[in-house]
């Protein structure tokens, strides 16, 4: 069983920058993929960044060049760096662990808001 909290949301101008975090603990050590998705009152959960155990990355091109995700093994956290936020990245961000027999853990969301 794995558990994820996200932490780091909140209010920020366009323009700005913040960074997410994703806490995730129980059986952490069978983890492949991490991710960071988004989802808009009235839309779709969409994909922003995704992470392997062993480092490769992906990005939509909507987020592409302005967000990092990274993992940071040691504390078991995963990161979501954001940057030249608009008010289209407005949208509530939940963390996703797949482990390696494909199994799917979502957290609980944290809420961001870019106002213009």
């Known amino acids: 069983q794995v558990q994820l909290v996200e932490s780091g949301g909140g209010l920020v101008q366009a323009g700005g920058s913040l960074r997410l975090s994703c806490a995730a603990s129980?059986?952490?050590?069978?983890?492949?993929?991490m991710g960071w998705y988004r989802q808009a009152p009235g839309k779709q959960r969409e994909l922003v960044a995704s992470?392997?155990?062993?480092?490769?990355?992906n990005y939509p091109d909507s987020v592409k060049g302005r967000v990092t995700i990274s993992w940071d093994n040691a504390k078991n956290t995963v990161y979501l760096q954001m940057n030249s936020l608009k008010p289209e990245d407005t949208a509530v961000y939940y963390c996703?662990?797949?482990?390696?027999?494909?199994?799917?853990?979502w957290g609980q969301g944290t809420q961001v808001t870019v106002s213009s």
């Open positions: 992470i392997t155990s062993g480092g490769s990355t």
């Open positions: 129980g059986r952490i050590f069978s983890l492949n993929t």
């Open positions: 996703k662990a797949v482990s390696l027999d494909g199994y799917v853990y």
